[in-house]
């Protein structure tokens, strides 16, 4: 497919005569992170007119996609990921370009991204996520008698989602957000991360290209291109837009919270966003295994550069115990070379959050280099901080998320203070407790604690590394996530794109297949408060 630097809206990109209006900005092109090179081609940003054009589209599209069958949507999803995989070669060769990553990792990604989309086709196909309810009627109850009430989850409408800088395969253009929204039946407009907008439009293009194979109508996906803000503010604040999908900053999150809260008619936002990813090592673990912990540690906090959402930042150990880690990963540190950023911008934040942390007069810091940002403008070091658990508590600041490859090592004076620095956190995504089996039964308080706290506990191990499944919880508390309910990762995403509807008292003909007593689809239902897959009698 040859990139034309143009969104894609409708059967066609959009025309490069049309662009004008409000959101009319010079073109942009993605620049290489390894070399500083500009990529071709110049991608131009969508303007007002082409904002109003995709918008209606899905709007008229969503009375037809929002009614089909669990297996024609299904369909499409498997035919996007077919497409994708065709492309891969493509995909990981521009993506590399755009981003730096390494080429094994964008191949994984390729792969996490169509198992994700057919994950979510077997949802929809088996059909049971719709969670229908039947309570039949009791004509005969006294003193009032009962209608035949009958509920299940129905598509929201268009939603707008905006792809995110570190992962430009699964959380962007067909990423999550995406194969969620669609497989629960609602259009979806994409906003592409201007980081990497050639892999955007590649997938862009199968995806359009899917949605043609299937005959349905062409406002079920649109990808739209900025620079800057303007386009995803359009979106947000668009009235036929339903719901908003983002990763990102706390930063930018928030603001999209703000946007759409502040709509004439508010909608929902689920955004996920800032995370330090708390690691408690206790006495036991860190005698047992103190090496070996420093140095898997180690490697998921540089994990890609330490741009990853589920970057353990945050490490609370014991006091005597904390100069010895901290030794321990600056072996590890001096040993490693410079990380790659994946814009100029990421690199920049990170030097200036690392001074600051370096100047607020209760960190300690150690890096591999003279500076965090020596050399190329995307270039940067592992950078190590330390501080005590009375300073976190007096500078709570000190907690939040640095995006890029460090962490803050937090002494605990004892058992009391470790549960008081706990108690003190603010939402994450997760947080892991490394402990032998007498430190779980003296910590026990602390499990308690943190699963207030975060939306996945890990025993032993390390938060890098989100599996795509049914039981994952990729969410947490505020400022994690904009809404602690929901998980961007796994099946239950699609949760977030749908809504309960009830009918009473309809007849047969003109319920849902889902909710009709015949049970054409076979699904799990909730009849009269039992689980069942049985028909009913007419």
Request: hydrophobic letters at 40%; a neutral charge; aromatic letters at 6%.
């Amino acid at each position: 497919m040859t990139l034309t630097g143009q969104s894609i809206i409708g059967d066609m990109p959009a025309n490069r005569g049309q662009q004008s209006g409000t959101h009319r900005d010079a073109p942009f092109a993605a620049i290489n992170p390894a070399t500083g090179e500009r990529l071709d081609p110049e991608y131009i940003s969508a303007s007002a007119e082409e904002v109003e054009r995709a918008t209606s589209a899905a709007e008229q599209a969503f009375p037809v996609y929002g009614q089909l069958s669990g297996t024609e949507k299904a369909g499409l999803l498997r035919e996007i990921a077919k497409g994708l995989e065709a492309m891969r070669d493509s995909l990981v060769e521009r993506a590399n370009l755009e981003t730096a990553l390494p080429v094994p990792r964008l191949q994984g990604e390729v792969a996490r991204t169509v198992n994700q989309l057919r994950m979510f086709a077997e949802v929809v196909e088996e059909g049971s996520w719709v969670m229908a309810r039947i309570d039949r009627a009791l004509p005969s109850r006294t003193p009032l008698p009962r209608p035949d009430l009958r509920s299940m989850l129905r598509p929201l409408g268009p939603v707008v989602v905006f792809g995110a800088s570190n992962f430009p395969l699964a959380f962007s253009v067909a990423g999550g957000d995406t194969a969620s929204a669609l497989a629960a039946g609602n259009p979806v407009l994409v906003k592409a991360h201007p980081a990497h907008p050639g892999t955007s439009e590649l997938v862009g293009q199968a995806i359009a290209s899917s949605v043609r194979a299937a005959g349905l109508p062409s406002g079920v996906f649109a990808l739209l291109f900025d620079k800057e803000t303007g386009v995803g503010t359009a979106l947000v604040r668009h009235p036929r837009m339903k719901a908003v999908g983002f990763t990102g900053s706390l930063a930018a999150g928030r603001a999209l919270m703000d946007l759409a809260a502040a709509r004439p008619g508010p909608i929902p936002c689920f955004a996920e966003m800032s995370s330090a990813n708390p690691v408690f090592i206790l006495p036991g673990a860190l005698r047992q295994r103190g090496e070996q912990i420093a140095k898997d540690l180690y490697a998921s906090v540089t994990l890609g550069a330490g741009q990853f959402c589920t970057k353990p930042g945050l490490v609370f150990l014991p006091h005597d115990e904390a100069d010895g880690m901290l030794d321990r990963l600056q072996h590890f540190a001096a040993g490693s070379s410079s990380f790659t950023m994946l814009t100029q911008g990421i690199a920049a934040q990170f030097s200036r959050t690392v001074t600051e942390r370096k100047h607020s007069g209760h960190v300690q810091c150690r890096t591999t280099s003279d500076g965090p940002n020596a050399g190329s403008p995307f270039t940067t070091h592992a950078t190590l901080l330390i501080t005590d658990a009375a300073s976190l508590e007096a500078r709570p600041e000190l907690s939040q998320e640095i995006f890029g490859p460090s962490a803050l090592l937090v002494s605990c004076a004892d058992r009391e203070q470790a549960l008081r620095a706990a108690e003190s956190l603010q939402g994450h995504l997760t947080a892991s407790i490394h402990g032998t089996a007498e430190d779980f039964d003296r910590y026990r308080d602390l499990v308690a604690i943190l699963e207030r706290k975060v939306g996945r506990l890990i025993f032993n191990g390390y938060p890098t590394g989100v599996e795509v499944s049914h039981a994952m919880v990729h969410g947490g508390p505020y400022p994690a996530t904009s809404d602690s309910r929901s998980t961007s990762v796994g099946s239950q995403a699609i949760f977030r794109f749908a809504r309960p509807v009830c009918y009473q008292n309809f007849p047969e003909h003109a319920l849902p297949q889902e909710l009709r007593n015949s049970n054409p689809r076979g699904i799990w239902r909730m009849v009269d408060g039992n689980m069942t897959r049985e028909s009913l009698a007419e």
